[in-house]
C-alpha cells in the first residue's frame, strides 16, 4: 500500500484524468451533435414519376429536376402498397404491411402490431430536434390522431388550416355555382382563406428553417405535400403550361382482355365528386370520355407544377439561410397514381403506375460539391419561364429499390448508427428495419456493405 501522500496524489491524479476523460467525452458528443447534418424529407401525395428528371417530355417540374440534378435519383422505386396510410406507416418505420398489419386506414400500429420506432423517433432519439408539416403521416387512426405525437415529433406537427376545404364546395363550375369537383383549377384570392394547404405547408416550413438555423440542435423536418392528389384544386394559371391540345391519351386506356376482376378497382372515390357523377360513368370498368380524360390529365399535370413552385420555394429558402451545405434532402411521394392506363383512374392497384414513386436525396458533398460563398445550389426556377430548360439528373441508379429502405438509408446518410435487420417474426422488437440499406448506391469509400440477401428484393 502506497504512503498517505503518494496516495492522494494518485487519487488526485486520477479525479483530474477523470474529469479531463468527461469533458473530452462531453466535448466529442457536443461536436457529434453540431457536426450533424439535418435531414429534410419532402413527401408527396399520389405522385408518380410523371418529372422531367424521370424523362417525362411534356411535366414542367424545373425546380424538382433541379434537386435531382444535384442528387442520386433512384429510377425503380416501388412502395409496398399503393394506398396512403400503409405506405406512410411502412417507410416511416422501416416495416412492411405484413408487419405493421395495416392494409386500409382502420388501426394504429402501436396499438394493433408493435411500439415501432418510427424514423423521426429514430432522429429525436439521437439529438435531433423533429418537426412535421403537412401530410406526413396519414391523418386519423393509422397515426392515433395524432400523427404519431409526442412519439414522433419535438413540437405538435403543424396542418395548414385550409385544409378543411379541400373537399367541399370551392370548385367555380361552368353554371357558375361552387361545386365539390374532380377538377377543381381556382383564383385562389376567391377561395377562404385566401390560400391554399401546401403554399401554408411551404411558408410554416419556411418559418421552421429559420427557426432552426440559430439553433445548437440539428433537426429533421419532413414536409408532406397535398397535390396532386384529388380533388386537383390548384391555382387555375397552371393550366396554361398545358392546353388541351397538347395532352394525349394514356398510351394503354383499355382495360385489358382477361383482367382478373381482383386487379382492378373501380375508381369509386373519383365517381363521388359531382363532375364525374354527372357524366353517369358505368360501373365498374366505364369508360370516361376521351375529352374528359384529356381534362383529367391536364389537371393532374398543373398540380404537378403548382406542386413544384412549392418545392422550388422550400429549397430556394434553404439556400439563402445557407443551410444547402449541411442539410441532406430527401424527396418520395406515398405511391403513383394511375392516368387512364389499363382503364384505371386511382391508386388502390399494383400496376406500375401506382406502385413507382420518385426517390432522390441530395447529400451535401457527397451527391453535389459543396456551394461555394455565394452560390445557390436551388434557384427558384419558374414553370412559366419558357427558357428554362430540362436538367439531367446528378446520378442514378435503375437498380429496383423500395421505400422500405428509407429508414436505414436516412439514418446512415446522417451518420447514425443503422438500425439492425429485424428478425422474424419482428412485433416484439422496437427497433428494427426490414428494409436493405441504400448506402452503397452512394459509392462512398469505407462503408460496409449491408449484411444481407444478396441480389435484388
Not at 15 to 24: D, E, N
Not at 112 to 139: C, E, L, R, W
Not at 229 to 240: L, N, S, T
Not at 430 to 455: A, I, Q, T, V
Request: with cysteine; net charge negative.
Amino acid at each position: 500500500m502506497p504512503p498517505p501522500r503518494t496516495g492522494l496524489c494518485l487519487l488526485l491524479l486520477g479525479l483530474v484524468l477523470g474529469s479531463v476523460c468527461v469533458t473530452l467525452g462531453s466535448q466529442a458528443q457536443a461536436n457529434s451533435t453540431t457536426d450533424a447534418l439535418n435531414v429534410l424529407l419532402i413527401i408527396v401525395d399520389d405522385l408518380r414519376p410523371s418529372l422531367g428528371c424521370y424523362g417525362d417530355k411534356l411535366v414542367r417540374s424545373p425546380n424538382i429536376d433541379q434537386l435531382a440534378s444535384h442528387s442520386l435519383l433512384f429510377q425503380n422505386a416501388f412502395v409496398q402498397q399503393a394506398v396512403c396510410a400503409p405506405s406512410r406507416v411502412s417507410f416511416l418505420t422501416g416495416r412492411r404491411p405484413d408487419t405493421t398489419r395495416l392494409y386500409d386506414f382502420n388501426s394504429y400500429w402501436r396499438v394493433h402490431a408493435g411500439n415501432f420506432s418510427t424514423i423521426p423517433q429514430y432522429f429525436k432519439d439521437n439529438g435531433y430536434v423533429t418537426m412535421s408539416v403537412g401530410k406526413v403521416f396519414h391523418p386519423g387512426i393509422s397515426s392515433n390522431h395524432s400523427d404519431d405525437s409526442p412519439y414522433s415529433w419535438s413540437f405538435p406537427p403543424y396542418h395548414p388550416s385550409s385544409e378543411k376545404y379541400e373537399n367541399t364546395k370551392t370548385c367555380r363550375g361552368p353554371d357558375g355555382e361552387l361545386h365539390a369537383n374532380l377538377l377543381c383549377p381556382v383564383d385562389v384570392v376567391d377561395v377562404p382563406e385566401g390560400t391554399l394547404p401546401d403554399k401554408q405547408s411551404t411558408e410554416e416550413a419556411i418559418r421552421l428553417l429559420k427557426k432552426m438555423k440559430t439553433s445548437a440542435s440539428p433537426f429533421f423536418l419532413a414536409v408532406g405535400y397535398h397535390k396532386p392528389h384529388i380533388p386537383f384544386r390548384y391555382p387555375k394559371e397552371f393550366q396554361k403550361l398545358y392546353p388541351l391540345e397538347n395532352i394525349t391519351l394514356a398510351p394503354d386506356p383499355e382495360v385489358p382482355d382477361g383482367l382478373p376482376p381482383v386487379a382492378y378497382n373501380p375508381w369509386m372515390d373519383i365517381r363521388q365528386r359531382e363532375d364525374v357523377q354527372a357524366l353517369n360513368i358505368s360501373v365498374p370498368y366505364g369508360p370516361i370520355p376521351v375529352d374528359f380524360q384529356r381534362k383529367i390529365r391536364q389537371s393532374y399535370f398543373a398540380s404537378v407544377s403548382y406542386l413544384d413552385t412549392q418545392v422550388g420555394h422550400l429549397l430556394s429558402a434553404l439556400d439563402d439561410l445557407h443551410l444547402a451545405n449541411s442539410t441532406i434532402v430527401a424527396f418520395t411521394s406515398d405511391h403513383g397514381w394511375a392516368l387512364g392506363e389499363h382503364g384505371e383512374w386511382a391508386k388502390y392497384s399494383n400496376f406500375d403506375v401506382a406502385t413507382r414513386v420518385p426517390l432522390m436525396f441530395y447529400v451535401p458533398g457527397r451527391t453535389a460539391s459543396l456551394p461555394e460563398t455565394g452560390e445557390k445550389l436551388f434557384p427558384y426556377v419558374d414553370p412559366f419561364h419558357s427558357a428554362s430548360e430540362l436538367m439531367e439528373p446528378g446520378r442514378q441508379s435503375t437498380d429496383l429499390v423500395e421505400l422500405v429502405s428509407l429508414f436505414p438509408t436516412l439514418a446512415g446518410l446522417a451518420g447514425l448508427q443503422v438500425p439492425p435487420r429485424c428478425p422474424v417474426p419482428s412485433f416484439h422488437i422496437e427497433l428494427c428495419r426490414e428494409g436493405k440499406n441504400l448506402l452503397k448506391h452512394f459509392r462512398f469509400h469505407g462503408l460496409e456493405e449491408d449484411p444481407y440477401l444478396p441480389g435484388k428484393p
